[in-house]
């Protein structure tokens, strides 16, 4: 990705902030996830320039279904900066939960593709409260993760193997969204037999 392009100085901005988010917060050893990181595979995915982040200033997911329809298998993940959402936190996390099972059913073709969201609105999760970050941009943004569906599950599986599920479950119940992703993978692993 030439990250050295940016339409404005506010995604280049959002684009430093996403990184030292990942760095201070995700990439770190915490007791919640088993002393794993929060997302074990960000900072790789960083070295390795496999992080693409697009931005979105429209009120449409005409971006976010392009990047669907397109996923470029250069990157590990997309990140979508969303600023011209309006969603309130529940419709935006419920319209992601849709199109994850949308996408499963061959909506955009490529049924390997799961969507998760960050919107300005969520609340902080205890993982986070006590680490002390100074954002670089005041203007609220949401944030779209699109991945392959397979890679994400299979890395998962491996975690779950070494406890890094067993905190995190028992304080915010998990096992539901990774219950949905695993029965989306089995379907499309398996096809029709699930």
């Not at 960000?42 to 200033?57: D, E, G, L, P, Y």
């Not at 669907?68 to 298998?73: A, N, P, T, V």
């Not at 609220?140 to 998962?156: C, G």
């Amino acid at each position: 990705m030439n990250n050295s392009f940016f339409s404005d100085d506010l995604e280049a901005k959002i684009e430093k902030e996403i990184k030292a988010w990942s760095s201070s917060v995700l990439e770190k050893p915490n007791p919640y996830f088993n002393n794993l990181p929060p997302c074990p595979y960000a900072r790789s995915a960083w070295i390795k320039n496999k992080v693409a982040i697009i931005f979105n200033h429209e009120n449409n997911y005409q971006s976010l279904y392009s990047c669907i329809s397109q996923f470029d298998e250069q990157y590990e993940i997309a990140v979508l900066v969303d600023l011209g959402n309006v969603k309130n936190a529940d419709d935006f996390h419920q319209y992601l939960d849709s199109l994850n099972q949308v996408i499963s059913e061959g909506m955009f073709i490529d049924k390997d593709i799961w969507l998760m969201g960050f919107h300005p609105e969520d609340e902080p999760s205890d993982f986070v409260e006590e680490i002390e970050f100074d954002p670089l941009v005041e203007k609220p943004y949401a944030m779209i993760f699109v991945q392959r569906l397979s890679k994400l599950q299979e890395a998962a599986d491996k975690l779950l193997k070494k406890g890094y599920y067993d905190s995190y479950d028992a304080e915010y119940d998990a096992s539901t969204i990774y219950g949905v992703r695993e029965t989306l993978y089995r379907k499309l692993k398996d096809g029709d037999k699930t």
